[in-house]
């Protein structure tokens, strides 16, 4: 495992993995492929806002999962990683979703 991130950090990586995530939406080819997507968009949507409800001051302390949503992330990512050609058919968003997944699922969620 790695050295856990802080909540600052961790709120950067959710809000790119959410973009990224956003553009996989728009561009994935079924309905079953957008509720994937959307699934893992609203738990990290869930657990931004509860930690944007922190106080900026607790920002440096090392990332603590919050929401009981977020538990079941790491498999959801996992899952995605596995099957990224499937779900994901633009190379430039599945490129950037291959860097970001490792980030997010090295944290302990």
Do not use: C
């Amino acid at each position: 495992m790695s050295k856990p991130v802080t909540i600052e950090k961790f709120l950067v990586i959710l809000s790119e993995l959410h973009d990224e995530l956003d553009n996989a939406y728009w561009e994935a080819n079924s309905a079953d492929h957008k509720d994937v997507m959307y699934n893992i968009i609203d738990i990290i949507r869930i657990e931004a806002a509860e930690l944007n409800k922190l106080s900026i001051q607790d920002h440096h302390y090392p990332y603590e999962p919050i929401t009981q949503e977020v538990r079941g992330l790491k498999e959801k990512l996992k899952f995605l990683h596995k099957n990224m050609g499937k779900f994901v058919p633009r190379s430039k968003t599945a490129h950037n979703l291959e860097q970001l997944i490792p980030k997010v699922a090295a944290q302990d969620i």
